[in-house]
């Protein structure tokens, strides 16, 4: 029996089906472990824990899409915390003195390199099928939220502090496809005038959800994973589906939801 599993983020498991629920069609069992906001921790954590229970072989297929470095998971109150970048929805949970006592730029990197390089270890000793996909580039500490190209040259003296530890985890960072954020939308969440809808401060026109839409999910494994076809009629389905979510008729479509293959009794 084909197996798949996938890790990642929201751009793994979203309101709407992603690359991973693309993939899942094509495979006699699939779970999808991705969490929105999920950072790299609660990414290793999970496949550490789907491992233990399934123990992967051979004939299994592993998908990481690796998240941003500059994120925090906690295991509180029985669930998962998982806020996102520490810029962003993370400010509701770590404050600006969390921030400053505890959270720099090249303890999340080798933070997060080892964490990677140790899965990549696991899956390579299974001998299963994997994969390492990214949402942003891996080796720019992106908070996802301003200018890519401004925040690079702000971000100088940060991409010096990780220059050595990037060169560490060279050939595990070599391994990791195209990301996202840089094959889809050429560093500009806005770049694809899809969903379009006026902005509630200015008025203007902008993309209302930045999270690839399921067209461009399938674009990105057509470019980043050749090795898997896609059939007539899942291509049908997902442009069907694109469109439905472009006229909001999707949340009323009871067909699919993004529970379908979230795993069961996940600790």
Request: aromatic share 16%; net charge neutral; glycine share 4%.
């Amino acid at each position: 029996m084909s197996r798949l599993f996938t890790f990642g983020c929201s751009f793994t498991a979203y309101e709407w089906p992603t690359w991973a629920d693309i993939l899942g069609r094509q495979f006699d069992f699939f779970e999808n472990w991705g969490k929105p906001g999920a950072g790299n921790q609660f990414i290793c954590n999970s496949i550490a824990e789907a491992d233990a229970k399934y123990n992967f072989g051979k004939d299994d297929t592993i998908i990481v899409m690796w998240s941003s470095m500059m994120r925090e998971d906690r295991y509180i109150q029985n669930g998962w915390l998982t806020p996102g970048n520490f810029l962003g929805h993370g400010k509701e949970y770590y404050s600006e003195e969390f921030q400053k006592k505890f959270i720099t730029v090249r303890g999340c990197y080798i933070r997060d390199l080892a964490s990677m390089y140790l899965v990549y270890t696991m899956l390579k000793n299974k001998g299963c099928n994997f994969h390492f996909l990214s949402m942003i580039d891996i080796n720019f500490p992106s908070d996802m939220y301003t200018n890519y190209f401004i925040q690079k040259l702000k971000l100088q003296k940060e991409l010096d502090s990780i220059a050595d530890v990037l060169d560490r985890y060279k050939d595990l960072i070599e391994l990791i496809k195209p990301s996202v954020h840089k094959v889809i939308f050429n560093y500009d969440w806005q770049s694809r005038k899809l969903f379009m809808a006026p902005s509630s401060k200015t008025g203007q026109l902008h993309r209302a959800d930045t999270h690839p839409l399921p067209i461009e999910h399938l674009e990105y494994l057509e470019k980043v994973l050749p090795e898997f076809t896609h059939s007539t009629e899942t291509k049908n389905w997902v442009k069907q589906v694109t469109d439905e979510v472009c006229s909001l008729i999707f949340y009323k479509n009871t067909s699919w939801n993004p529970l379908m293959y979230t795993p069961k009794n996940r600790l």
